[in-house]
């Protein structure tokens, strides 16, 4: 009997070191000492020159669409690992949140607190609930009778429609679906779009016209829509009408960054992505040239020369006790620099 106690004992001992050695590599990218990579310049009213650009976590299977919830933590996706993590702000130190995310990318807050996602595995794409465990739902999954291509940034307005993007697929990405489903041809998908989702009803397609539109936002009182295209130099604005739909297509600002990557599609490769919003107005844009400001009238503020080796920082948020740090996320690694400005104190994003 004592031999048999013994050997289970032995047997636990074993598994429990099994899996922590397997779980090591996510716990010592959680627990890394911030390096600082570079400084912000000087932008006034927006961040002091010099600045230290601190790379707080790294070593994660992509890092996507950090967002600041209004407890003072941020929330950031883990698209490749198909998670959603929780990054104690004060600390440093990151848990996961969802073990399965079906490929967030982008994510946001609803006014009852739930997190909706951009959810981009092939075969189930679709705008939903994530968070919290139990009131997870499929808000929207098809359009004119077919399934989204690869959902990627949204944002929750506050009478609950959601505006996200769907870009389609890069050469790159094409070319994997095709390997990971043995070889078989891709079927006709969605062409990319901007889609608006009305509270309980239907998604409506709202903008077409662009390569790969990418970031979405809306400005601080929620009565312009912006996005922008990573094959483009443009973000674009619309005015909100109330019902949620859009008019008034404009070009708002010009972007400055390019990336030196190639995704397949032509364009002007700004590789334009995430957006962030702070609480003058001002609209920050993650491109290859960095985090790029712009006033609220679209006149170029400057760029926060951030960069996420080996690819193009992704998405950006606000976050911490007083959301007075700027957070960047991208190929894996998050980053923070401190900031004059502070983001929105009426929503997560």
């Known amino acids: 009997m004592s031999e048999r106690i013994d050997m289970t004992r032995r047997t636990i001992i074993v598994v429990v070191a099994v899996t922590l050695v397997s779980l090591a590599p996510f716990y010592v990218a959680s627990a890394q000492a911030p390096a600082v990579v570079g400084a912000a310049t000087e932008i006034p009213g927006v961040v002091k020159g010099g600045s230290p650009i601190q790379r707080i976590l790294q070593g994660y299977k992509g890092l996507d669409d950090p967002i600041?919830?209004?407890?003072?933590?941020?929330?950031?996706?883990?698209?490749?690992?198909?998670?959603?993590?929780?990054?104690?702000t004060q600390t440093n130190e990151a848990s996961v949140l969802v073990a399965e995310s079906n490929e967030s990318h982008g994510v946001s807050q609803d006014s009852e607190g739930r997190l909706i996602s951009a959810q981009a595995w092939d075969g189930s794409t679709r705008i939903g609930v994530i968070y919290p465990p139990g009131r997870e739902t499929v808000l929207a999954d098809t359009y004119d009778g077919m399934p989204f291509s690869r959902p990627n940034d949204l944002i929750v307005a506050k009478?609950?429609?959601?505006?996200?993007?769907?870009?389609?697929?890069?050469?790159?990405?094409?070319?994997?679906?095709?390997?990971?489903?043995?070889?078989?041809?891709?079927?006709?998908?969605?062409?990319?779009?901007?889609?608006?989702?009305?509270?309980?009803?239907?998604?409506?397609?709202?903008?077409?016209?662009?390569?790969?539109?990418?970031?979405?936002?809306?400005?601080?009182?929620?009565?312009?829509?912006?996005?922008?295209?990573?094959?483009?130099?443009?973000?674009?604005?619309?005015?909100?009408?109330?019902?949620?739909?859009?008019?008034?297509?404009?070009?708002?600002?010009?972007?400055?960054?390019?990336?030196?990557?190639?995704?397949?599609?032509g364009g002007i490769k700004t590789f334009a992505d995430g957006m962030a919003v702070d609480n003058d107005d001002r609209l920050y844009v993650a491109t290859g040239g960095g985090i790029e400001v712009l006033?609220?009238?679209?006149?170029?503020?400057?760029?926060?020369?951030?960069?996420?080796?080996?690819?193009?920082?992704?998405?950006?948020?606000?976050?911490?006790p007083t959301k007075q740090t700027l957070y960047i996320g991208g190929a894996g690694s998050l980053y923070k620099v401190e900031m004059i400005a502070g983001g929105l104190t009426t929503r997560a994003k």
């Open 295 to 320: 006033s609220p009238q679209g006149q170029h503020l400057g760029i926060i020369p951030v960069r996420c080796p080996p690819a193009d920082c992704q998405n950006i948020a606000f976050s911490g």
């Open 159 to 265: 009478n609950g429609g959601i505006y996200f993007t769907d870009p389609g697929l890069t050469k790159q990405q094409a070319e994997e679906l095709v390997k990971r489903h043995g070889g078989k041809p891709l079927g006709p998908r969605l062409p990319p779009a901007v889609y608006y989702i009305p509270p309980g009803q239907a998604p409506v397609k709202i903008e077409g016209g662009l390569i790969r539109p990418n970031g979405v936002q809306l400005s601080r009182d929620e009565t312009k829509l912006y996005v922008n295209d990573s094959n483009g130099d443009h973000v674009i604005a619309w005015d909100i009408r109330p019902n949620g739909l859009v008019e008034n297509r404009r070009e708002f600002a010009t972007l400055k960054g390019r990336s030196s990557r190639d995704n397949g599609l």
């Open 68 to 88: 600041g919830l209004r407890d003072g933590t941020l929330v950031f996706s883990e698209p490749d690992a198909r998670r959603l993590h929780r990054l104690n």
